[in-house]
T-cell receptor, first 114, second 114 residues
Framework: DAGVIQSPRHEVTEMGQEVTLRCKPI?????LFWYRQTMMRGLELLIY????????DSGMPEDRFSAKMPNASFSTLKIQPSEPRDSAVYFC????????????FGQGTRLTVV | GNSVTQMEGPVTLSEEAFLTINCTYT??????LFWYVQYPGEGLQLLLK?????DKGSNKGFEATYRKETTSFHLEKGSVQVSDSAVYFC?????????????FGTGTQLKVEL
């Protein structure tokens, strides 16, 4: 398996624009997580899904952020409108069934909002 | 709620020195414990894990023992190399009513010099 695949790897956009980050989890995994990493706040869990259903979105910072998982092999994280303070590295991770399973991370998307 | 506390970095060591990175946790019941490593520009990779008390996880010369009595999972390596320079994250996983949620510490940067 190729692992968790995220696209794009880098994104530079202007303030106010819509940004969509994409993630393909590992086949067979039923949990999908979106994290944000910054120097100031470290690694923050934004939202996670189980079997395509959002379980906990309490980490989503504002209504400008939304996430979807239309099927088991694809998820998106959208920011609309984007702001400079959204600049960060966004990671997607997936994990297989089982309460003691580890998460497998993608390479991340480095977002810069100017 | 669940939380993970790890020592602040950066930790700077000479090659072949002994490494300890402290990690303590707060959780109800019996969580699984993990150490992840993040190399520059990459996503997090699982380094080792332990799923029950007194278990020892090991990989690439790194070890950590699940100590329930002290709620700790300290990472150790007998002789570090320059290639071990990275950020290390301690994490726990606890099956909750909402799902299999990972909680991360803030990360500890390790720098190994010749």
């Amino acid at each position: 398996d190729a692992g968790v695949i995220q696209s794009p790897r880098h994104e530079v956009t202007e303030m106010g624009q819509e940004v969509t980050l994409r993630c393909k989890p590992i086949s067979g995994h039923d949990y999908l997580f979106w994290y944000r990493q910054t120097m100031m706040r470290g690694l923050e869990l934004l939202i996670y899904f189980n079997n395509n259903v959002p379980i906990d979105d309490s980490g989503m910072p504002e209504d400008r952020f939304s996430a979807k998982m239309p099927n088991a092999s694809f998820s998106t994280l959208k920011i609309q409108p984007s702001e400079p303070r959204d600049s960060a590295v966004y990671f997607c991770a997936s994990s297989p069934p089982g309460q003691r399973a580890e998460a497998f991370f993608g390479q991340g998307t480095r977002l810069t909002v100017v | 709620g669940n939380s993970v506390t790890q020592m602040e970095g950066p930790v700077t060591l000479s090659e072949e020195a002994f490494l300890t990175i402290n990690c303590t946790y707060t959780a109800t019941g019996y969580p699984s414990l993990f150490w992840y490593v993040q190399y520059p520009g990459e996503g997090l990779q699982l380094l080792l894990k332990a799923t029950k008390a007194d278990d020892k996880g090991s990989n690439k010369g790194f070890e950590a023992t699940y100590r329930k009595e002290t709620t700790s999972f300290h990472l150790e390596k007998g002789s570090v190399q320059v290639s071990d320079s990275a950020v290390y994250f301690c994490a726990l996983s606890r099956l909750t009513g909402g799902g299999n949620k990972l909680t991360f510490g803030t990360g500890t940067q390790l720098k190994v010099e010749l």
